[in-house]
T-cell receptor
Framework: DAGITQSPRHKVTETGTPVTLRCHQT?????MYWYRQDPGHGLRLIHY???????DKGEVSDGYSVSRSKTEDFLLTLESATSSQTSVYFC????????????FGPGTRLTVL | AQSVTQLDSQVPVFEEAPVELRCNYS??????LFWYVQYPNQGLQLLLK??????LVKGINGFEAEFNKSQTSFHLRKPSVHISDTAEYFC?????????????FGTGTRLLVSP
């Protein structure tokens, strides 16, 4: 397995509270991604990063922000969580070439009450 | 933009029977195609990918897929399934003219293998 960890693995929070999810890699890959997985939607890209402090929006970025201050860490923040953000969140990493494989982390299950 | 359609949300099959999971895509540019598998409570794992060359791609665990450009399809097949193949399978596409791999996923097909 690629060296990707996500923390926490499970979280329950209240509507309106801030939440930060962490993705950590030991592979020194350039690209890191955050996806959310919902029934009937598959996986959808939230944000991605192509280097330290270099990030861009994905398909479903509203309500989310990201930061990458080190190559190995990519943080996803929900500034004010809503029930519609209840989901399973996956981090992925890949090399700098478009043919490189994306490797996925184990996921974080987030419930917003 | 790219899109992926997996028409079958669930496919039940008996052990040792063959299976085909269907995937169709839409794109105005050339694409790379992928199949991922997700076992319960786990992340996604790459089964196989088509980048170029031979249209028949062999992957892990005995799976293979065939790229058909005229039908814009990339169906996944296995000649004889095992109970352990029970999982969710995702087809994904990425435009080949971007500088990195921006995957667009289908909604997934749940393969249920029974004895």
């Amino acid at each position: 397995d690629a060296g990707i960890t996500q923390s926490p693995r499970h979280k329950v929070t209240e509507t309106g509270t801030p939440v930060t999810l962490r993705c950590h890699q030991t592979e020194n890959h350039r690209y890191m991604y955050w996806y959310r997985q919902d029934p009937g939607h598959g996986l959808r890209l939230i944000h991605y990063s192509y280097g330290v402090k270099d990030t861009d929006k994905g398909e479903v970025s509203d309500g989310y922000s990201v930061s990458r201050s080190k190559t190995e860490d990519f943080l996803l923040t929900l500034e004010s969580a809503t029930s519609s953000q209840t989901s399973v969140y996956f981090c992925a990493i890949s090399g700098a070439v478009s043919t490189d494989t994306q490797y996925f982390g184990p996921g974080t299950r987030l419930t917003v009450l | 933009a790219q899109s992926v359609t997996q028409l079958d949300s669930q496919v039940p099959v008996f052990e040792e029977a063959p299976v085909e999971l269907r995937c169709n895509y839409s794109s105005s540019v050339s694409v790379y195609l992928f199949w991922y598998v997700q076992y319960p409570n786990q992340g996604l794992q790459l089964l196989l990918k088509y980048l170029s060359g031979s249209t028949l791609v062999k992957g892990i665990n005995g799976f293979e897929a065939e790229f058909n450009k005229s039908q814009t399809s990339f169906h996944l097949r296995k000649p004889s399934v095992h109970i352990s193949d029970t999982a969710e399978y995702f087809c994904a596409v990425s435009a080949s003219n971007t500088g990195f791999q921006k995957l667009v996923f289908g909604t997934g097909t749940r393969l249920l293998v029974s004895p």
